[in-house]
């Protein structure tokens, strides 16, 4: 029998509880990537269509460039609440998917798509009630020879993504959200975004000029610890 890694489609993953998912519902993605290090968000490049927050568990595909197949297979496998994230291998020169099967996925109640790759008509996605992201856009359309698979690890604008992670996006971007480490990471987050919020209030309501002084004494000291110089005067 041939060899069939490279077309396989696992047709079902674990994923997490709902409560969990849910815990990361309204966080920024800057406050849980903060809170990891600075690790786990996806590149620059993939950006957001429209302005819908992102918030599932990852169903994974692997592309081959430029065609869309196996993406075709994903989306009607994938379960309300599911976010259909595609490895399509960064390619700009043909769209993976268009306003069809993005209008029939949100139907589907999936959660978003997620595609290092690129998409077309970006102006009915504009105003679809599911997120979309990607990298690239053309009106050049797919392949459909595949081959592909589903619910594999992949690597998508930077990150590796499991079957069952936690994905969480804004208008800022994606960051993923291993499970196993889920539960810590709502709880420091959901108290990250809270102190944020409070400083604001804070500058609204407060003396702003002892928020200024308090704000420069702390950089002075981190300054300081690191061993920066100061100079008098620059001179030509």
């Known amino acids: 029998m041939k060899d069939k890694i490279g077309f396989r489609i696992f047709k079902d993953f674990e994923r997490p509880p709902v409560e969990l998912v849910e815990k990361f519902r309204g966080l920024p993605a800057s406050n849980v990537g903060d809170m990891v290090n600075r690790l786990s968000c996806m590149r ?16 994974t595909v692997k592309a081959p460039c430029g ?12 379960k309300p609440g599911d976010v259909v ?14 306003e069809m099967m993005f209008d029939l996925a949100a139907r589907r109640g999936i959660a978003g798509v997620i595609i290092d790759g690129a998409i077309r008509d970006t102006d009915a996605i504009a105003n679809l009630s599911m997120p979309v992201y990607a990298t690239a ?12 698979e589903i619910n594999v690890p992949i690597a998508c604008c ?11 996006g804004d208008a800022d971007g994606v960051v993923v959200i291993h499970p196993e480490y889920a539960e810590e990471l709502a709880e420091i ?6 102190s944020e919020v409070q400083k604001i209030r804070d ?7 002892e928020i200024n002084r308090k704000e420069e004494e702390k950089y002075d000291k ?9 100079i008098d005067f620059y001179k030509r």
């Open 44 to 59: 620059s490049e993939l950006r957001p269509f429209n302005d819908k927050p992102l918030l599932g568990v990852a169903l």
């Open 67 to 78: 065609d869309n197949m196996i993406l075709h297979k994903a989306l009607n496998m994938a």
């Open 85 to 98: 994230v595609v490895d399509g291998e960064g390619c700009k020169d043909r769209s993976l998917a268009g």
């Open 137 to 148: 856009v053309t009106p050049q359309g797919p392949y459909k020879h595949g081959p592909g």
């Open 158 to 168: 930077g990150q590796v993504v499991f079957p069952g992670d936690i994905i969480l």
């Open 189 to 194: 987050a959901i108290k990250k975004h809270a």
């Open 203 to 209: 500058r609204e309501t407060g003396d702003l000029e």
């Open 222 to 230: 981190e300054l300081a610890e690191l061993g920066v110089q100061y």
